[in-house]
């Protein structure tokens, strides 16, 4: 199943440019990066072990990370507690993990069922702020159990090839408690982390959950 027309032509549109990212590398601080590094997947490390408890306290057996970028910890070994697993699964102790990001051909397709978790780390922000609601409920319709987002809340360092910003929608801390209080309140079946930072690269990550 594709993901057809459903979001808005903007939307597309930076799929476009990720895609172009993905093959050709991204411009940080006036240097480009490479293509391998790109989008790949590490901003996820941070978290890892926060998924595992909340996998374990919601008993959940599948897993659809949406906007995996390059995937890196699903595809490689990782080091936890100075123990070696196979990746990402493997740690988890999950029986099924989706990956879905649509500037990624290899993940590009769209899922076409609901896994007991859906992570989303460092993606809305990249989002265009009138998709934004249509993406988010998107993920909580996938979701049999929890979702987990972290959220940007500054511009980042890198430009798109058309040269603006990788980060589309720049928001405070109010404005997401807003933006989240009535999805919440409509799948209240679904447990919700929002957790919110501003780790830049150049300073001391500050975190901070807000649900």
């Given at each position: 199943?594709?993901i057809?027309?459903?979001?808005?032509?903007?939307?597309?549109?930076?799929?476009?440019q990720?895609?172009?990212?993905?093959?050709?590398g991204?411009?940080?601080?006036?240097q480009?990066?490479?293509?391998?590094?790109?989008?790949?997947?590490k901003?996820?490390?941070?978290?890892?072990?926060?998924?595992?408890?909340?996998?374990?306290?919601?008993?959940?057996?599948?897993?659809?990370?949406?906007?995996c970028?390059?995937?890196k910890f699903?595809?490689?070994?990782i080091?936890?507690?100075?123990?070696?697993?196979?990746?990402?699964?493997?740690?988890?102790?999950?029986?099924?993990i989706?990956l879905?990001?649509?500037?990624?051909?290899?993940?590009?397709?769209?899922?076409?069922?609901?896994?007991?978790?859906?992570i989303?780390?460092?993606?809305?922000?990249?989002i265009?702020?009138?998709?934004?609601?249509?993406?988010?409920?998107?993920i909580f319709?996938f979701?049999?159990?929890?979702?987990f987002?972290?959220?940007?809340?500054?511009?980042?360092?890198?430009l798109?090839?058309?040269?603006?910003?990788?980060?589309?929608?720049?928001?405070?801390?109010?404005?997401w408690?807003?933006?989240?209080?009535?999805i919440?309140?409509?799948?209240?079946?679904?447990?919700?982390?929002?957790?919110?930072?501003?780790?830049d690269g150049?300073?001391?990550?500050?975190?901070?959950?807000i649900i």
């Amino acid at each position: 199943m594709n993901i057809g027309n459903k979001f808005s032509q903007e939307y597309y549109n930076l799929i476009n440019q990720y895609k172009h990212a993905h093959k050709n590398g991204i411009k940080k601080n006036n240097q480009l990066l490479s293509k391998d590094i790109t989008f790949d997947g590490k901003s996820l490390r941070p978290w890892i072990k926060h998924i595992k408890d909340l996998i374990k306290f919601t008993n959940s057996k599948s897993i659809l990370d949406y906007g995996c970028g390059k995937a890196k910890f699903y595809n490689n070994k990782i080091s936890i507690n100075e123990k070696i697993y196979k990746n990402i699964s493997e740690y988890w102790k999950i029986d099924e993990i989706r990956l879905f990001d649509p500037g990624v051909k290899q993940y590009e397709i769209y899922p076409n069922k609901n896994y007991d978790g859906v992570i989303c780390t460092d993606v809305l922000e990249h989002i265009h702020l009138a998709d934004l609601n249509l993406v988010v409920e998107d993920i909580f319709n996938f979701s049999n159990k929890f979702v987990f987002f972290v959220i940007s809340t500054i511009l980042d360092q890198k430009l798109l090839f058309d040269g603006r910003n990788v980060h589309q929608t720049v928001k405070n801390e109010k404005w997401w408690k807003n933006f989240f209080s009535p999805i919440t309140d409509e799948f209240k079946h679904i447990k919700c982390i929002v957790i919110l930072t501003d780790l830049d690269g150049r300073s001391s990550n500050k975190v901070k959950r807000i649900i």
